[in-house]
C-alpha cells in the first residue's frame, strides 16, 4: 500500500490549495477515503471524506464551506480544493481511510502565513 501526498506549500491567508493523494495496493475505488490534517502540538483530525462512487462527502465544521473532496478512481487520486485558507489550517495534511487503516504517507505541508 502506498499513498502519497502532493500540492502543499506556502499560501498567503484567502489564498486556495489544491492537494493529490496518489494511491496503489489496495482496491481503490472499492474504498472510502478521506483526509486528515495534524498542526504541530495537535492530534491528527480527519477533515473530509469521500464515499468510494463520490456519492456523499462529509466535513468537519472548521471546514464546511470551504473545503471540497473529491476523487478520480480512474486515476487512483483522491484531491481536496481548499479555498479562503486560514491560518489555522496550517498542518500536514494526509490522506487515508476513514478509519485510518492504512499506513500513513509522508504528507504535505501546508502553510497559511503572510
Known amino acids: 500500500v502506498q499513498l502519497v501526498e502532493s500540492g502543499g506549500g506556502l499560501v498567503q491567508p484567502g489564498g486556495s490549495l489544491r492537494l493529490s493523494c496518489a494511491a496503489s495496493?489496495?482496491?481503490?475505488?472499492?474504498?472510502?477515503m478521506s483526509w486528515y490534517r495534524q498542526a504541530p502540538g495537535k492530534e491528527r483530525e480527519r477533515v473530509a471524506s469521500?464515499?468510494?462512487?463520490?456519492?456523499?462527502?462529509n466535513y468537519v465544521d472548521s471546514v464546511k464551506g470551504r473545503f471540497t473532496i473529491s476523487r478520480d478512481n480512474s486515476k487512483n487520486t483522491v484531491y481536496l480544493q481548499m479555498n479562503s485558507l486560514k491560518p489555522e489550517d496550517t498542518a500536514v495534511y494526509y490522506c487515508?481511510?476513514?478509519?485510518?487503516?492504512?499506513?500513513w504517507g509522508q504528507g504535505t505541508q501546508v502553510t497559511v502565513s503572510s
Open positions: 487515508n481511510t476513514p478509519r485510518g487503516l492504512l499506513g
Open positions: 495496493g489496495f482496491p481503490f475505488s472499492s474504498n472510502a
Open positions: 469521500i464515499t468510494s462512487t463520490s456519492g456523499t462527502t
